[in-house]
């Protein structure tokens, strides 16, 4: 691929759509692990469900999803976890130039074309790109160093993270 | 966004490009864990280069990409870690309906717009499309069922995992 390629768009289209309990991006976790006992699906459109044969063996699954309602990119954000301007690639932020989300949910059960996840921390109505099972001998690195990441408080994190979600409690819905 | 929307295009911009030894799929680790010793850069396009900022406080980092010379996607594949015929979602295969590549990697040092990085298993010249931090506490699922994957010695995923590649080798260039 030339460099002149790489100036050209690549286009994709969803393969489903995430159903949860969140509505609001403003009371959305900013993370599966904040979002314990939400549950949702990705529901699957029918010419992909053959694909997902053998997923059910997976306890975790990466969803990979397009940020619809995310702003224009910024450079520069200020973090959830974090009163502090840092560089964009280095957060989770929404508003990104691909605005490209990935999460790592828990797998109850498929029912068809239908997964049922927990820790679902992805706005209703996502559309869905791709899924790759999580494999914990590639993807789960235990040494690490975690930058500014390292200097926010664990309980913090958690407190934060979850931001309006109260577990075993639907939130509010409203306009956002 | 409706139904009608989802079945719509969504189209990216490649935000940089991946710079590898790797130039013959067929002689390409499968995954990063397969590929120490593989350096490489990620060179990210000026206009985004301020996003980088603090990115360098982080060990690894996940690069999202283009899997541009992969065929056309089929739902049920033989992986590369074993000989039986699984659904493609419940594999990292990248003939995928959206051929969105993950790939976790050791960030080395950023030398202004490139990024320095090794256990590199991605070919040259791939069009990158988001980088984020990886965040053990997001991201390190130590409690897991890995399916099919847990079928696989261990010893045996690092011989077909790497392939082509030696360490310390560069491999053998050619058309493919």
């Known amino acids: 691929m030339s460099t002149a390629d790489l100036k050209q768009s690549i286009s994709y289209t969803p393969i489903g759509v995430i159903r949860s309990i969140h509505v609001s991006p403003e009371q959305t976790p900013i993370q599966p692990v904040y979002s314990c006992g939400c549950r949702g699906t990705a529901e699957i459109f029918e010419q992909y469900c053959e694909g997902l044969s053998d997923l059910d063996g997976f306890s975790h699954i990466m969803l990979i999803y397009h940020f619809h309602r995310a702003g224009p990119a ?19 932020a929404p508003i990104r130039p691909n605005p490209i989300g990935l999460s790592i949910v828990r797998l109850l059960f498929r029912e068809g ?46 407190r934060l993270g979850m931001r309006g979600y109260l577990p075993g409690s639907a939130p509010k819905k409203g306009r956002s």
């Open 74 to 92: 910024q450079m520069m954000v200020r973090p959830f976890l974090q009163d502090k301007l840092r560089g964009l690639f280095s957060t989770r």
């Open 113 to 158: 074309p239908v997964l049922h996840l927990d820790c679902l921390d992805v706005l209703d109505g996502t559309p869905l790109l791709d899924i790759k099972p999580y494999v914990s001998r590639f993807d789960c690195i235990r040494e690490t160093r975690c930058g500014w990441q390292d200097e926010v408080d664990e309980n913090e994190a958690q």
